[in-house]
């Protein structure tokens, strides 16, 4: 299929905790944790897209490190990819499309509801920090 649009999720990560941020729209949404990021605009690689979602709904620069496997779909024509990253300054706020923000240890990835579509990627994440920790 050509015509399908990539939203980008960032699993940021930092001190091995992983950031979940809550959403303000659409109604639907709202109040439901989810990797921050958003769509791809013309022309963006999924990296650049990550990089300016975040300065934008965070604040913070981040670099992208590597694509989490696997791809989710969303409400057509979009798909979830997803990328690990790493804060590289800043400190996160939620300054755009979020009211809330969590640095969440691997124990404690379950303890937010998470968008249904974004539950198996941020199980992928967990397992990479909780690896990382070992
Ligand atoms: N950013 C983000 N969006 C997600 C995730 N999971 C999920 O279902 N979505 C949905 C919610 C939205 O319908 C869509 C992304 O839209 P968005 O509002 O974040 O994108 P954007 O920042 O580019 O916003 P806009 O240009 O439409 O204003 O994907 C996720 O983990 N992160």
Do not use: C, F, I
Request: charged share 30%.
């Amino acid at each position: 299929m050509t015509n399908v649009r990539v939203v980008v999720g960032a699993a940021l990560l930092h001190e091995g905790r992983l950031l979940a941020a809550r959403r303000t729209a659409p109604p639907e949404l709202a109040g439901r944790w989810e990797l921050p990021g958003g769509k791809l605009e013309p022309g963006e690689s999924a990296e650049q897209a990550l990089v300016r979602e975040l300065r934008e709904e965070l604040g913070v620069e981040a670099e992208p490190l590597e694509r989490v496997a696997g791809e989710w779909p969303l409400r057509p024509p979009y798909v979830l990819h997803v990328w690990t990253a790493r804060l590289r300054a800043g400190e996160a706020r939620p300054l755009q499309d979020h009211d809330e923000l969590r640095w969440l240890a691997p124990d404690e990835v379950g303890d937010v509801d998470w968008l249904d579509q974004d539950r198996p990627a941020v199980a992928l994440a967990a397992d990479l920090l909780r690896r990382a920790e070992a």
